[in-house]
Protein backbone atom coordinates (compact mmCIF):
# COMPACT_ATOMS: atom_id res chain seq x y z
CA UNK A 1 0.00 0.00 0.00
CA UNK A 2 1.16 3.48 -0.93
CA UNK A 3 2.82 5.43 2.27
CA UNK A 4 2.35 2.38 4.56
CA UNK A 5 4.16 2.40 7.54
CA UNK A 6 6.79 -0.35 8.52
CA UNK A 7 6.36 -1.79 12.65
CA UNK A 8 10.10 -1.81 12.48
CA UNK A 9 10.52 2.15 11.85
CA UNK A 10 8.62 3.32 14.65
CA UNK A 11 10.42 2.56 17.48
CA UNK A 12 14.14 2.12 16.19
CA UNK A 13 16.45 5.30 17.52
CA UNK A 14 16.97 7.77 15.41
CA UNK A 15 20.98 6.68 13.02
CA UNK A 16 22.82 9.99 13.10
CA UNK A 17 22.44 12.26 10.58
CA UNK A 18 25.32 13.87 9.15
CA UNK A 19 23.55 16.05 6.48
CA UNK A 20 23.90 19.61 6.69
CA UNK A 21 21.45 22.35 7.41
CA UNK A 22 22.36 23.93 4.14
CA UNK A 23 20.08 21.22 2.52
CA UNK A 24 17.10 22.14 3.70
CA UNK A 25 15.29 24.80 1.69
CA UNK A 26 16.06 22.26 -1.15
CA UNK A 27 14.09 19.93 1.09
CA UNK A 28 11.39 22.34 1.43
CA UNK A 29 11.15 22.51 -2.33
CA UNK A 30 10.97 18.62 -2.53
CA UNK A 31 8.07 18.85 0.10
CA UNK A 32 5.82 20.47 -2.26
CA UNK A 33 6.47 18.31 -4.79
CA UNK A 34 3.98 15.80 -6.67
CA UNK A 35 6.06 13.45 -6.27
CA UNK A 36 4.75 11.03 -3.11
CA UNK A 37 8.40 9.09 -3.02
CA UNK A 38 10.19 12.39 -2.57
CA UNK A 39 7.74 14.42 -0.47
CA UNK A 40 8.01 11.27 2.12
CA UNK A 41 11.78 10.70 1.92
CA UNK A 42 12.17 14.94 2.09
CA UNK A 43 9.79 14.76 5.66
CA UNK A 44 11.99 11.64 6.73
CA UNK A 45 15.45 13.19 6.26
CA UNK A 46 13.74 16.14 8.13
CA UNK A 47 12.55 14.41 10.53
CA UNK A 48 16.16 12.36 11.03
CA UNK A 49 17.58 15.92 11.38
CA UNK A 50 15.68 17.19 14.13
CA UNK A 51 16.05 13.79 16.06
CA UNK A 52 20.06 15.02 17.03
CA UNK A 53 18.49 17.32 19.43
CA UNK A 54 20.37 20.52 18.67
CA UNK A 55 18.65 23.90 19.34
CA UNK A 56 20.61 24.86 16.09
CA UNK A 57 19.16 22.28 13.98
CA UNK A 58 15.63 22.91 15.20
CA UNK A 59 16.20 26.94 14.86
CA UNK A 60 17.84 26.20 11.41
CA UNK A 61 14.91 24.47 10.31
CA UNK A 62 12.32 27.39 11.82
CA UNK A 63 14.31 29.45 9.96
CA UNK A 64 14.19 27.87 6.77
CA UNK A 65 10.38 28.15 6.50
CA UNK A 66 9.93 24.23 6.86
CA UNK A 67 6.74 24.67 9.91
CA UNK A 68 3.87 25.71 6.92
CA UNK A 69 4.80 22.71 4.37
CA UNK A 70 4.83 19.90 7.45
CA UNK A 71 1.92 21.56 8.97
CA UNK A 72 0.34 20.97 5.23
CA UNK A 73 1.87 17.26 5.56
CA UNK A 74 -0.67 16.15 8.35
CA UNK A 75 -3.55 17.10 5.88
CA UNK A 76 -2.24 14.73 3.56
CA UNK A 77 -4.76 11.56 5.52
CA UNK A 78 -4.56 8.88 2.39
CA UNK A 79 -0.25 8.38 3.07
CA UNK A 80 -0.19 7.55 7.14
CA UNK A 81 3.79 7.57 6.31
CA UNK A 82 3.98 11.24 5.62
CA UNK A 83 1.58 12.43 8.40
CA UNK A 84 3.66 10.00 10.58
CA UNK A 85 6.94 11.83 9.79
CA UNK A 86 5.05 15.48 10.13
CA UNK A 87 3.44 14.66 12.84
CA UNK A 88 6.99 13.35 14.67
CA UNK A 89 9.14 16.57 12.94
CA UNK A 90 5.94 19.05 14.41
CA UNK A 91 6.72 17.45 17.84
CA UNK A 92 10.34 17.96 18.02
CA UNK A 93 9.97 21.40 17.20
CA UNK A 94 7.33 21.97 19.42
CA UNK A 95 9.37 20.95 22.44
CA UNK A 96 12.14 23.96 21.75
CA UNK A 97 11.69 26.86 22.91
CA UNK A 98 8.61 29.27 23.38
CA UNK A 99 9.29 30.79 20.20
CA UNK A 100 9.61 27.70 18.00
CA UNK A 101 6.40 26.14 19.75
CA UNK A 102 4.40 29.96 18.78
CA UNK A 103 6.25 29.26 15.00
CA UNK A 104 4.21 25.21 15.13
CA UNK A 105 1.26 27.72 16.03
CA UNK A 106 1.20 30.45 13.76
CA UNK A 107 1.55 27.93 11.47
CA UNK A 108 -2.16 27.02 11.88
CA UNK A 109 -1.20 23.44 13.08
CA UNK A 110 -3.91 23.12 15.71
CA UNK A 111 -6.85 22.79 13.41
CA UNK A 112 -4.79 20.53 11.34
CA UNK A 113 -3.33 18.23 14.29
CA UNK A 114 -7.12 18.72 15.89
CA UNK A 115 -8.36 16.73 12.64
CA UNK A 116 -5.76 14.22 12.86
CA UNK A 117 -6.12 13.37 16.42
CA UNK A 118 -10.30 13.23 16.82
CA UNK A 119 -11.98 10.65 18.50
CA UNK A 120 -12.23 8.04 15.65
CA UNK A 121 -16.72 8.42 16.83
CA UNK A 122 -16.36 12.03 15.40
CA UNK A 123 -17.18 11.71 12.21
CA UNK A 124 -15.81 14.80 11.27
CA UNK A 125 -12.56 13.28 12.54
CA UNK A 126 -10.06 12.55 10.34
CA UNK A 127 -8.24 9.87 12.27
CA UNK A 128 -10.90 7.43 10.90
CA UNK A 129 -9.58 7.35 7.72
CA UNK A 130 -6.22 7.09 9.10
CA UNK A 131 -6.32 4.09 11.19
CA UNK A 132 -8.50 2.53 8.95
CA UNK A 133 -4.92 2.46 6.75
CA UNK A 134 -2.64 0.99 9.61
CA UNK A 135 -2.54 -2.46 10.83
CA UNK A 136 -0.59 -2.06 13.66
CA UNK A 137 -2.27 -1.50 16.84
CA UNK A 138 1.31 0.11 18.16
CA UNK A 139 1.15 2.80 14.77
CA UNK A 140 -1.68 4.22 15.88
CA UNK A 141 -1.05 4.49 19.32
CA UNK A 142 2.24 6.02 18.35
CA UNK A 143 0.40 8.76 16.27
CA UNK A 144 -2.16 9.80 19.03
CA UNK A 145 0.72 9.47 21.65
CA UNK A 146 2.57 11.91 19.64
CA UNK A 147 -0.27 13.96 18.09
CA UNK A 148 -1.24 14.46 22.33
CA UNK A 149 1.81 15.30 23.07
CA UNK A 150 2.28 17.86 20.67
CA UNK A 151 -1.36 19.59 21.57
CA UNK A 152 0.02 19.47 25.09
CA UNK A 153 2.86 22.03 23.64
CA UNK A 154 0.63 23.77 21.49
CA UNK A 155 -1.48 24.88 24.20
CA UNK A 156 1.16 25.24 26.86
CA UNK A 157 4.03 27.21 25.29
CA UNK A 158 4.95 30.53 27.49
CA UNK A 159 3.46 32.29 27.09
CA UNK A 160 -0.25 31.39 26.75
CA UNK A 161 -1.23 31.12 23.04
CA UNK A 162 -4.38 33.26 22.24
CA UNK A 163 -7.32 31.05 22.58
CA UNK A 164 -8.86 31.69 19.01
CA UNK A 165 -5.61 29.93 17.99
CA UNK A 166 -6.13 26.92 19.89
CA UNK A 167 -9.99 27.06 20.69
CA UNK A 168 -10.28 24.47 18.33
CA UNK A 169 -8.32 22.03 20.53
CA UNK A 170 -10.71 21.53 23.72
CA UNK A 171 -13.87 19.30 21.65
CA UNK A 172 -10.74 17.37 20.62
CA UNK A 173 -8.74 17.02 24.45
CA UNK A 174 -12.38 16.93 25.30
CA UNK A 175 -12.89 13.52 23.67
CA UNK A 176 -9.49 12.54 24.47
CA UNK A 177 -9.81 12.25 28.32
CA UNK A 178 -13.04 10.75 27.71
CA UNK A 179 -12.07 8.18 25.16
CA UNK A 180 -9.04 6.90 26.04
CA UNK A 181 -7.60 5.33 28.78
CA UNK A 182 -3.77 6.01 27.98
CA UNK A 183 -1.85 7.15 30.74
CA UNK A 184 0.50 9.56 28.03
CA UNK A 185 -2.70 10.95 26.42
CA UNK A 186 -4.83 11.74 29.44
CA UNK A 187 -1.15 13.32 30.62
CA UNK A 188 -0.90 15.80 28.00
CA UNK A 189 -4.80 16.20 27.44
CA UNK A 190 -5.26 17.00 31.16
CA UNK A 191 -2.01 19.17 31.08
CA UNK A 192 -2.85 20.99 28.08
CA UNK A 193 -6.77 21.86 29.55
CA UNK A 194 -4.46 22.59 32.61
CA UNK A 195 -2.65 25.41 30.86
CA UNK A 196 -6.29 26.27 29.12
CA UNK A 197 -7.65 27.08 32.35
CA UNK A 198 -4.95 29.16 32.75
CA UNK A 199 -6.29 31.75 30.42
CA UNK A 200 -8.54 34.58 30.34
CA UNK A 201 -12.63 34.64 30.92
CA UNK A 202 -13.30 33.37 27.06
CA UNK A 203 -11.20 30.22 27.78
CA UNK A 204 -12.58 28.98 30.93
CA UNK A 205 -16.17 29.74 30.12
CA UNK A 206 -15.49 27.59 27.39
CA UNK A 207 -14.50 24.64 29.44
CA UNK A 208 -17.26 24.91 31.94
CA UNK A 209 -19.35 24.62 28.92
CA UNK A 210 -17.33 21.91 26.90
CA UNK A 211 -20.27 18.19 27.34
CA UNK A 212 -19.09 16.39 30.17
CA UNK A 213 -15.36 18.10 30.54
CA UNK A 214 -15.79 19.09 33.81
CA UNK A 215 -17.37 15.93 35.12
CA UNK A 216 -14.66 13.37 33.70
CA UNK A 217 -11.68 15.92 35.18
CA UNK A 218 -13.27 15.23 38.49
CA UNK A 219 -13.97 11.13 37.58
CA UNK A 220 -10.09 11.45 36.55
CA UNK A 221 -9.22 11.83 40.09
CA UNK A 222 -9.61 8.80 41.32
CA UNK A 223 -7.09 7.09 37.93
CA UNK A 224 -3.81 5.34 38.91
CA UNK A 225 -1.41 7.38 37.59
CA UNK A 226 -0.17 10.10 40.17
CA UNK A 227 0.47 12.29 36.71
CA UNK A 228 -2.95 11.50 35.31
CA UNK A 229 -4.61 12.86 39.02
CA UNK A 230 -2.06 16.24 39.08
CA UNK A 231 -2.51 17.57 36.01
CA UNK A 232 -6.28 16.81 36.52
CA UNK A 233 -6.39 18.77 39.92
CA UNK A 234 -4.43 21.55 38.30
CA UNK A 235 -6.79 22.38 35.59
CA UNK A 236 -10.13 21.61 38.26
CA UNK A 237 -8.27 24.10 40.69
CA UNK A 238 -8.14 26.62 37.98
CA UNK A 239 -11.74 26.62 36.85
CA UNK A 240 -12.86 26.64 40.91
CA UNK A 241 -10.49 29.61 40.92
CA UNK A 242 -12.70 31.84 38.91
CA UNK A 243 -16.08 33.66 40.48
CA UNK A 244 -18.49 31.93 42.08
CA UNK A 245 -20.52 30.36 39.56
CA UNK A 246 -17.71 28.37 38.26
CA UNK A 247 -17.03 27.15 41.81
CA UNK A 248 -20.60 25.97 41.77
CA UNK A 249 -20.28 24.60 37.99
CA UNK A 250 -16.93 22.40 39.58
CA UNK A 251 -19.04 21.58 42.97
CA UNK A 252 -21.41 20.33 40.54
CA UNK A 253 -19.28 17.79 39.36
CA UNK A 254 -19.06 16.25 42.91
CA UNK A 255 -15.24 17.25 43.27
CA UNK A 256 -16.09 18.09 47.12
CA UNK A 257 -16.55 13.82 47.18
CA UNK A 258 -12.63 13.31 45.70
CA UNK A 259 -11.36 15.69 47.51
CA UNK A 260 -10.06 13.86 50.48
CA UNK A 261 -9.38 10.81 48.60
CA UNK A 262 -6.60 12.82 46.80
CA UNK A 263 -5.06 14.09 50.23
CA UNK A 264 -2.52 11.96 49.99
CA UNK A 265 2.13 12.63 51.26
CA UNK A 266 2.94 12.81 47.38
CA UNK A 267 3.72 16.06 47.44
CA UNK A 268 2.33 17.39 43.78
CA UNK A 269 -1.13 15.83 44.51
CA UNK A 270 -0.41 17.14 47.75
CA UNK A 271 -0.22 20.71 46.81
CA UNK A 272 -2.79 20.42 43.82
CA UNK A 273 -5.41 19.69 46.35
CA UNK A 274 -4.31 22.30 49.38
CA UNK A 275 -4.10 24.86 46.49
CA UNK A 276 -7.86 24.06 44.69
CA UNK A 277 -9.52 23.92 48.27
CA UNK A 278 -7.90 27.31 48.93
CA UNK A 279 -9.98 28.32 45.84
CA UNK A 280 -12.99 26.94 46.97
CA UNK A 281 -12.78 28.40 50.11
CA UNK A 282 -12.56 32.11 48.69
CA UNK A 283 -15.77 31.56 47.55
CA UNK A 284 -19.33 31.68 49.28
CA UNK A 285 -20.65 30.70 52.69
CA UNK A 286 -22.50 28.13 51.17
CA UNK A 287 -19.50 26.61 49.16
CA UNK A 288 -17.50 26.93 52.28
CA UNK A 289 -19.81 24.98 54.37
CA UNK A 290 -19.56 22.26 51.93
CA UNK A 291 -15.94 22.44 52.73
CA UNK A 292 -16.38 21.64 56.23
CA UNK A 293 -19.01 18.83 55.73
CA UNK A 294 -16.71 17.35 53.47
CA UNK A 295 -14.71 17.16 56.20
CA UNK A 296 -11.65 18.78 54.57
CA UNK A 297 -10.93 21.54 57.51
CA UNK A 298 -8.90 18.95 59.79
CA UNK A 299 -6.58 18.02 56.75
CA UNK A 300 -5.80 21.08 56.11
CA UNK A 301 -4.91 21.77 59.98
CA UNK A 302 -2.97 18.59 59.62
CA UNK A 303 -1.00 19.62 56.86
CA UNK A 304 0.03 23.20 58.21
CA UNK A 305 1.48 21.86 61.29
CA UNK A 306 3.37 18.86 58.94
CA UNK A 307 6.60 19.38 57.84
CA UNK A 308 5.71 19.40 54.03
CA UNK A 309 7.46 21.93 51.62
CA UNK A 310 6.52 25.78 52.45
CA UNK A 311 4.51 25.87 48.95
CA UNK A 312 2.34 23.32 50.58
CA UNK A 313 1.85 24.89 53.62
CA UNK A 314 1.12 28.02 52.08
CA UNK A 315 -2.03 26.53 49.86
CA UNK A 316 -3.10 25.47 53.15
CA UNK A 317 -2.77 28.10 55.45
CA UNK A 318 -4.83 30.08 52.60
CA UNK A 319 -7.46 27.54 52.21
CA UNK A 320 -7.95 28.27 56.19
CA UNK A 321 -7.40 32.46 56.09
CA UNK A 322 -9.82 32.26 53.56
CA UNK A 323 -12.47 30.94 55.99
CA UNK A 324 -11.46 32.91 59.02
CA UNK A 325 -11.87 35.75 56.31
CA UNK A 326 -15.41 35.11 54.92
CA UNK A 327 -16.97 32.48 57.26
CA UNK A 328 -19.95 32.71 59.49
CA UNK A 329 -19.06 32.91 63.58
CA UNK A 330 -19.77 28.89 63.42
CA UNK A 331 -17.70 28.49 60.32
CA UNK A 332 -14.96 30.21 62.42
CA UNK A 333 -15.60 28.32 65.59
CA UNK A 334 -15.24 25.14 64.04
CA UNK A 335 -12.10 25.75 62.17
CA UNK A 336 -10.26 26.87 65.47
CA UNK A 337 -11.74 24.06 67.08
CA UNK A 338 -9.99 22.16 64.97
CA UNK A 339 -6.56 23.10 65.95
CA UNK A 340 -5.10 25.82 63.53
CA UNK A 341 -4.05 28.90 66.07
CA UNK A 342 -0.73 26.82 67.17
CA UNK A 343 0.30 25.77 63.47
CA UNK A 344 -0.46 29.80 62.55
CA UNK A 345 1.59 30.78 65.17
CA UNK A 346 4.85 28.16 64.44
CA UNK A 347 4.21 30.23 61.13
CA UNK A 348 5.32 33.54 62.28
CA UNK A 349 9.06 32.25 62.17
CA UNK A 350 9.50 31.01 59.44
CA UNK A 351 11.84 32.56 56.36
CA UNK A 352 9.04 33.14 53.69
CA UNK A 353 7.26 36.48 54.21
CA UNK A 354 4.02 35.80 52.20
CA UNK A 355 3.37 32.68 54.38
CA UNK A 356 4.13 34.92 56.85
CA UNK A 357 1.66 37.67 56.19
CA UNK A 358 -1.27 35.03 55.66
CA UNK A 359 -0.21 33.36 59.27
CA UNK A 360 -0.73 37.01 60.97
CA UNK A 361 -4.13 37.89 59.04
CA UNK A 362 -5.30 34.49 59.92
CA UNK A 363 -4.30 35.31 63.94
CA UNK A 364 -5.79 38.55 63.61
CA UNK A 365 -9.01 37.42 61.96
CA UNK A 366 -9.75 34.65 64.56
CA UNK A 367 -9.20 37.60 67.59
CA UNK A 368 -11.55 40.03 65.82
CA UNK A 369 -14.76 37.14 65.34
CA UNK A 370 -14.16 36.06 68.95
CA UNK A 371 -14.08 40.34 69.73
CA UNK A 372 -17.46 40.38 67.65
CA UNK A 373 -19.04 37.29 68.75
CA UNK A 374 -20.17 38.73 71.95
CA UNK A 375 -22.44 41.70 70.13
CA UNK A 376 -23.40 39.38 67.17
CA UNK A 377 -24.88 36.41 69.61
CA UNK A 378 -27.37 38.07 70.56
CA UNK A 379 -29.24 39.67 67.62
CA UNK A 380 -29.02 35.95 66.66
CA UNK A 381 -30.15 33.60 70.03
CA UNK A 382 -32.93 37.12 70.04
CA UNK A 383 -31.58 37.31 73.82
CA UNK A 384 -32.73 41.27 73.91
CA UNK A 385 -33.97 43.10 76.11
CA UNK A 386 -36.53 43.90 73.70
CA UNK A 387 -37.35 40.16 73.64
CA UNK A 388 -37.75 40.43 77.50
CA UNK A 389 -40.29 42.81 77.50
CA UNK A 390 -42.23 40.98 75.35
CA UNK A 391 -42.68 37.87 77.63
CA UNK A 392 -46.13 37.00 79.19
CA UNK A 393 -45.33 33.70 81.28
CA UNK A 394 -43.00 32.93 84.04
CA UNK A 395 -42.12 30.00 81.73
CA UNK A 396 -40.99 32.56 78.88
CA UNK A 397 -38.83 34.14 81.56
CA UNK A 398 -37.37 31.04 82.98
CA UNK A 399 -36.77 29.58 79.39
CA UNK A 400 -34.95 32.99 78.45
CA UNK A 401 -32.63 33.36 81.32
CA UNK A 402 -31.89 29.14 80.71
CA UNK A 403 -30.84 30.64 77.08
CA UNK A 404 -28.80 32.92 78.31
CA UNK A 405 -26.73 31.13 80.42
CA UNK A 406 -25.97 28.45 77.83
CA UNK A 407 -24.83 31.19 75.48
CA UNK A 408 -22.49 32.24 78.24
CA UNK A 409 -21.63 28.67 79.14
CA UNK A 410 -20.70 28.32 75.08
CA UNK A 411 -19.15 31.68 75.10
CA UNK A 412 -16.72 30.94 78.26
CA UNK A 413 -15.95 27.54 76.17
CA UNK A 414 -15.17 29.17 73.11
CA UNK A 415 -13.21 32.13 74.94
CA UNK A 416 -11.28 29.55 77.02
CA UNK A 417 -10.15 27.13 73.84
CA UNK A 418 -9.18 29.99 72.50
CA UNK A 419 -7.07 31.37 75.40
CA UNK A 420 -5.81 27.73 76.08
CA UNK A 421 -4.41 28.07 72.06
CA UNK A 422 -2.70 31.17 72.22
CA UNK A 423 -0.98 30.67 75.53
CA UNK A 424 0.36 27.25 74.43
CA UNK A 425 1.58 28.58 71.26
CA UNK A 426 3.11 31.88 73.43
CA UNK A 427 4.41 29.22 76.34
CA UNK A 428 6.41 27.45 73.47
CA UNK A 429 7.60 30.29 71.80
CA UNK A 430 9.09 31.52 75.18
CA UNK A 431 10.49 28.01 75.60
CA UNK A 432 12.52 28.64 72.57
CA UNK A 433 13.69 32.33 73.59
CA UNK A 434 14.97 30.69 76.62
CA UNK A 435 16.72 27.85 75.43
CA UNK A 436 18.42 30.31 72.86
CA UNK A 437 19.51 32.31 75.75
CA UNK A 438 21.04 29.80 77.67
CA UNK A 439 23.28 28.33 74.87
CA UNK A 440 24.43 31.65 74.34
CA UNK A 441 24.86 31.88 77.53
CA UNK A 442 26.65 28.76 77.66
CA UNK A 443 29.15 30.12 74.74
CA UNK A 444 30.09 33.75 76.57
CA UNK A 445 32.53 32.38 79.13
CA UNK A 446 34.34 29.96 76.47
CA UNK A 447 35.06 32.81 74.13
CA UNK A 448 35.55 35.58 76.82
CA UNK A 449 38.37 33.06 77.89
CA UNK A 450 39.24 32.80 74.20
CA UNK A 451 39.67 36.13 73.51
CA UNK A 452 41.72 37.04 76.69
CA UNK A 453 44.57 34.48 75.93
CA UNK A 454 44.70 35.69 72.58
CA UNK A 455 44.97 39.18 73.73
CA UNK A 456 47.54 37.55 75.49
CA UNK A 457 49.45 35.99 73.30
CA UNK A 458 49.72 38.96 70.58
CA UNK A 459 50.88 41.07 74.03
CA UNK A 460 53.42 38.47 74.55
CA UNK A 461 54.64 38.42 70.81
CA UNK A 462 55.14 41.66 70.33
CA UNK A 463 57.15 42.12 73.55
CA UNK A 464 59.20 39.25 72.47
CA UNK A 465 59.91 41.27 68.90
CA UNK A 466 60.53 44.36 70.53
CA UNK A 467 63.04 42.71 72.98
CA UNK A 468 64.67 39.77 70.57
CA UNK A 469 67.69 41.71 69.22
CA UNK A 470 68.95 43.04 72.72
CA UNK A 471 68.30 39.85 74.74
CA UNK A 472 69.80 36.09 75.12
CA UNK A 473 72.61 34.79 74.81
CA UNK A 474 74.43 35.50 71.40
CA UNK A 475 77.85 35.90 70.01
CA UNK A 476 78.42 39.76 70.16
CA UNK A 477 78.07 38.86 74.17
CA UNK A 478 80.23 36.32 73.75
CA UNK A 479 82.90 38.50 72.32
CA UNK A 480 82.79 41.49 74.63
CA UNK A 481 83.43 39.10 77.41
CA UNK A 482 86.59 37.66 76.45
CA UNK A 483 88.75 37.87 79.48
CA UNK A 484 85.86 37.94 82.12
CA UNK A 485 85.70 34.72 83.71
CA UNK A 486 83.07 35.59 86.04
CA UNK A 487 80.90 37.12 83.00
CA UNK A 488 81.68 33.85 80.48
CA UNK A 489 80.48 31.42 83.71
CA UNK A 490 77.36 33.89 83.78
CA UNK A 491 76.68 33.47 80.35
CA UNK A 492 77.20 29.31 80.44
CA UNK A 493 74.54 30.03 82.91
CA UNK A 494 72.27 31.59 80.87
CA UNK A 495 73.16 29.43 78.00
CA UNK A 496 71.54 26.49 80.04
CA UNK A 497 68.39 28.36 81.50
CA UNK A 498 67.62 28.89 77.86
CA UNK A 499 67.89 25.93 76.78
CA UNK A 500 65.91 24.67 79.45
CA UNK A 501 63.05 27.43 78.26
CA UNK A 502 63.29 25.89 75.07
CA UNK A 503 62.77 22.28 76.09
CA UNK A 504 59.92 23.45 77.87
CA UNK A 505 58.34 25.67 75.11
CA UNK A 506 58.83 22.35 72.91
CA UNK A 507 56.85 20.19 75.56
CA UNK A 508 54.05 22.89 75.75
CA UNK A 509 54.28 22.83 71.86
CA UNK A 510 53.45 19.01 71.37
CA UNK A 511 50.81 19.34 73.82
CA UNK A 512 49.24 22.48 71.88
CA UNK A 513 50.08 21.31 68.18
CA UNK A 514 47.68 17.89 68.85
CA UNK A 515 47.57 15.62 65.64
CA UNK A 516 48.89 15.57 61.97
CA UNK A 517 46.64 18.15 60.03
CA UNK A 518 45.94 16.26 57.45
CA UNK A 519 45.85 12.56 58.67
CA UNK A 520 44.32 13.54 61.52
CA UNK A 521 46.05 10.28 63.85
CA UNK A 522 50.06 10.74 64.43
CA UNK A 523 51.98 13.56 65.93
CA UNK A 524 52.97 16.03 64.27
CA UNK A 525 57.26 15.96 63.62
CA UNK A 526 57.40 18.19 60.46
CA UNK A 527 58.18 21.91 61.02
CA UNK A 528 57.61 24.57 58.60
CA UNK A 529 59.43 27.73 57.86
CA UNK A 530 59.58 30.72 58.57
CA UNK A 531 56.06 30.51 59.86
CA UNK A 532 57.10 27.44 62.86
CA UNK A 533 54.39 25.21 62.23
CA UNK A 534 54.62 22.19 63.26
CA UNK A 535 52.00 20.55 61.30
CA UNK A 536 52.36 17.40 60.30
CA UNK A 537 53.67 13.60 60.65
CA UNK A 538 56.52 11.98 58.78
CA UNK A 539 54.51 9.40 56.19
CA UNK A 540 51.79 12.93 55.28
CA UNK A 541 55.06 15.04 54.28
CA UNK A 542 56.26 12.09 52.53
CA UNK A 543 53.22 11.67 50.25
CA UNK A 544 53.24 15.92 49.95
CA UNK A 545 56.93 15.48 48.70
CA UNK A 546 55.70 12.86 46.26
CA UNK A 547 53.14 15.00 44.95
CA UNK A 548 54.90 18.34 44.65
CA UNK A 549 56.15 19.59 41.70
CA UNK A 550 59.14 21.95 40.74
CA UNK A 551 57.01 24.40 39.49
CA UNK A 552 55.02 24.55 42.46
CA UNK A 553 55.91 27.46 45.53
CA UNK A 554 55.98 24.87 49.04
CA UNK A 555 52.97 25.38 51.33
CA UNK A 556 52.85 25.06 54.87
CA UNK A 557 49.62 23.02 55.03
CA UNK A 558 48.27 25.09 58.72
CA UNK A 559 48.80 28.63 57.38
CA UNK A 560 49.07 28.08 53.75
CA UNK A 561 51.73 30.10 53.90
CA UNK A 562 54.92 29.80 51.16
CA UNK A 563 57.65 28.25 53.21
CA UNK A 564 61.40 28.26 52.73
CA UNK A 565 61.91 24.69 54.10
CA UNK A 566 60.73 21.96 56.03
CA UNK A 567 62.45 20.16 58.71
CA UNK A 568 62.03 16.81 60.90
CA UNK A 569 62.22 18.02 64.75
CA UNK A 570 63.30 14.37 65.60
CA UNK A 571 66.10 14.28 63.04
CA UNK A 572 67.11 18.00 62.40
CA UNK A 573 67.69 17.56 58.58
CA UNK A 574 66.42 19.76 55.82
CA UNK A 575 64.18 18.53 53.71
CA UNK A 576 63.52 21.15 51.41
Given at each position: ????????????????????????????????????????NAARQIRELLSIELPSVTQAVVDAGMVPPLVELLKEHTRPRIQHEAVWSLTN???????????????????????????????????????????????????????????????????????????????????????????????????????????????????????????????????????????????????????????????????????????????????????????????????????????????????????????????????????????????????????????????????????????????????????TLCSTVSAKTRLTRTALLEMKTSAEVQDFMMRIKQESERLDKLYDAADQQL??????????????????????????????????????????????????????????????????????????????????????????????????????????????????????????????????????????????????????????
Amino acid sequence: MDGSIHHDSIDRPARPVRRSVRCLCHLGKILKSADVTKRSNAARQIRELLSIELPSVTQAVVDAGMVPPLVELLKEHTRPRIQHEAVWSLTNIASGTSEQTAAVVDAGAVPALVHLVSSPDDQAGGLLPLLQLLDESQEKMFILDNGTFLLEHLCGTRPLPEFDKVSAALPTLANLIKDHDSERVLTSACYALSCLSEGGHESVEALIHADGLCSRLVDLLQHDSDDVVTKALEAIGNIAGGDDRRTDAMLGCGVLASLPLVLSPKKGILKEACFTVSNIAAGTVPQMQGLIDAGLIPPMVAVLASDDEMRIKEHAARAIANFLAGGTPDQVQHVVQCGCVNPFCGLLDVMDDDVMSVAREALQSILQDYQTLCSTVSAKTRLTRTALLEMKTSAEVQDFMMRIKQESERLDKLYDAADQQLQAAASKLLNEIKEMEQHISQLNPPLADAAQAFIAMRVELDQLRQQGPHRGPNVDRLLALQGNASGIEAFKLEIRATQQRLSQLLGEAEQRQGTCVICLERLPTVVFFPCLQRCICDPCWADMQRQQTPAEPLKCPACRGVSIHASNVDHIKTTS
